[in-house]
């Protein structure tokens, strides 16, 4: 990994989003890109975010630029950060400012970044839900959903759930540099491994291939969500590793499912990757 990007504004759970950003940068030799988003005055929203399109508008008064950028400056100065104006290989701390919505700029800036830290929201159809939807359905990147309340380091502790899915190995492939450093790797199964995919034995044996011993544990896989959380419990984890929308985002929206379980209600820290 060599870029982070983190949206920016002048808020607490944008601070401990930079300050995990930051931890995970010097450890990786990542540069840190922080991007401050302003609404168009033309921008389109869709329906379900018409009400934090109107807040996230209120909200962006003359001075929200400026105390974004000065919060970002002294965190980055604290982490050992050098603040750039340009792109290098050295890594460092850039910041940017774009005007439009938070949908169609995360499909210009996101997939130039090879992790996007944001928030747990706090409910559903907020300004944070907004962005972290942008962010995951329009950047087709890894993206790294911290809880609200608290900030701790993560990655020593790493547990990966595994379904057997394009998305779960994608997202693998993604957080290599993360599974490589940790100190402990679980790979996580619910229920019968009969899917079309590569069964969490594989999963280990390839991941011998890049350095990383990883312990398997496998659940009965009636209640998912609840099993997945509880082994990662038992694990000491922190951070679960999953792919993100191996169904349709639409009936999961409805119908309710692990992903959407995982982006709301999980409190542990999760890196997601939907393409």
Known sequence: MRVIL????????????????????????????GCHIRPHRYSEVTLSFAAADAAWRRKNTKRAPA????????????????????????????????VGSPERLMGIVG????????????????IADRFLTAALINSSRPVLILPQATHKKIGRR?????????????????????????????????????????????LAGYLKHWGVDAKRVATRGRRVEAEL?????????????????????WRESIFGGTTEFLVHQARIPVLLLHT
């Open 6 to 33: 983190v949206p920016v504004a002048d808020r607490p759970e944008c601070a401990r989003a930079l300050q995990t950003a930051f931890d995970l940068g010097n450890r990786l030799g990542a540069s840190v890109s």
């Open 67 to 98: 105390a974004a950028k000065s919060m970002y400056r002294a965190i980055a100065e604290k982490k050992g950060y050098d603040v750039i104006r340009r792109h290098r290989a050295k890594p460092g701390a850039l910041w940017a400012e774009r």
């Open 111 to 126: 997939p130039l970044a090879d992790l996007i830290v944001v928030s747990r929201p706090k409910g559903r159809h907020s």
């Open 158 to 202: 790493v547990c990966i759930g595994w379904n057997q899915s394009p998305e779960a190995a994608q997202t693998v492939a993604a957080a290599m540099p993360i599974l490589q450093q940790a100190s402990e790797v679980t790979i996580i199964s619910c229920g019968r491994e009969d899917r079309p995919g590569p069964k969490s034995t594989q």
């Open 229 to 249: 959380l509880g082994a990662c419990k038992d694990a000491g984890a922190d951070l679960l590793l999953s792919g993100a929308y191996s169904r349709s985002r």
